[in-house]
T-cell receptor
């Protein structure tokens, strides 16, 4: 009963390095999301995928790319990491139409030096 | 920019009922009101969702007045393990917006 699984859990990068965060869900959900959460703040939406084969920008997409690999998997890529991207990244999934409750992973803690 | 307004923090004691109120001044007609709970080092967890009137589940109750300008999450008989951040959201489309939430601290 895994739900939403994110890998890795922790990562340290140097400025300019690239990195892909992985997310997989086993609930047969149609929609998937990537958020970032900075200390003391709420989550901000980076990208979302309403259904397999589609992706759309959220509130803070600059510096990121995403791939909806299949219905289960949604990856987030940092092409050239910057210190401002140091954050905790959460992946989530939901059944489908907007507004449905989202199920979250436990996050990836990313530090960029 | 968050659509909702809620208190930054609240304190309570074990065994008390806690009510957290959120303002929804410009909620869209088709939006639901959804509450999440987040513990340190974990992702948010869905608590409850409603459109109007009262919704109750095994964890909490949600009260939404007829004008839908506010919502109140009620946690009966809180315990130390209810210490967390609670978020209220207006959910309709895919672009979910989280505010800073309410930090609830439950004391023994």
């Amino acid at each position: 009963n895994a739900g939403v699984t994110q890998t890795p859990k922790f990562q340290v990068l140097k400025t300019g390095q690239s990195m892909t965060l992985q997310c997989a869900q086993d609930m047969n959900h149609n929609s998937m999301y990537w958020y970032r959460q900075d200390p003391g703040m709420g989550l901000r939406l980076i990208y979302y995928s309403a259904s397999e084969g589609t992706t759309d920008k959220g509130e803070v997409p600059n510096g990121y790319n995403v791939s909806r690999l299949n219905k289960r998997e949604f990856s987030l890529r940092l092409e050239s990491a910057a210190p401002s991207q140091t954050s905790v990244y959460f992946c989530a999934s939901s059944h489908g139409q907007g507004g449905q409750p989202q199920h979250f992973g436990d996050g990836t803690r990313l530090s960029i030096l | 920019l968050a659509k909702t307004t809620q208190p930054i923090s609240m304190d309570s004691y074990e065994g008390q009922e806690v009510n957290i109120t959120c303002s929804h001044n410009n909620i869209a007609t088709n939006d639901y009101i959804t509450w999440y709970q987040q513990f340190p080092s974990q992702g948010p967890r869905f608590i409850i969702q409603g459109y109007k009137t009262k919704v109750t589940n095994e964890v909490a109750s949600l009260f939404i007045p007829a004008d839908r300008k506010s919502s109140t999450l009620s946690l009966p008989r809180v315990s130390l393990s209810d210490t967390a951040v609670y978020y209220c959201l207006e959910t309709g489309g895919f672009k979910t917006i989280f505010g800073a939430g309410t930090r609830l601290f439950v004391k023994a």
